[in-house]
């Protein structure tokens, strides 16, 4: 378990000044209860802390293309967005034949599925 002490926590209707924020693979508690030995602190010192963003416009990332319609970067988008807390986004292509339209919608699915 992870712990980031001391963070403004921008919630719903407010922000809320020195939080801890507990989580492992999720977020499992957001209290004012101080951590124990067996976590791992990270000291926010009061820095801010969001949840992630959701880009709903898409093209690319990284020098990819959505509309290329390649797996891997497809892929490589979805893994290197959350660098900037983009945690979520809605892939986008070009004006385009509808022939390449549709090999872009196969190469989303197969992303998404896996």
């Known amino acids: 378990m992870k712990c980031l002490k001391g963070a403004k926590?921008?919630?719903?209707?407010?922000?809320?000044?020195?939080?801890?924020?507990y989580f492992d693979e999720k977020i499992r508690a957001i209290t004012t209860k101080q951590p124990d030995d067996s976590c791992e602190i990270i000291e926010c010192n009061g820095l801010y802390l969001s949840p992630g963003f959701i880009d709903v416009h898409t093209h690319g990332y990284?020098?990819?293309?959505?509309a290329d319609a390649d797996y891997e970067g497809?892929?490589?988008i979805a893994h290197r967005l959350p660098e900037n807390?983009?945690?979520?986004f809605y892939p986008t292509s070009l004006t385009a034949p509808m022939d390449e339209i549709y090999k872009?919608?196969?190469?989303?699915s197969l992303a998404i599925l896996k």
């Open 9 to 21: 926590v921008i919630l719903k209707d407010r922000i809320a000044d020195n939080l801890n924020v």
């Open 62 to 66: 990284a020098n990819i293309d959505v």
């Open 74 to 76: 497809i892929k490589t």
């Open 85 to 88: 807390g983009i945690t979520a």
């Open 104 to 108: 872009i919608f196969e190469i989303l």
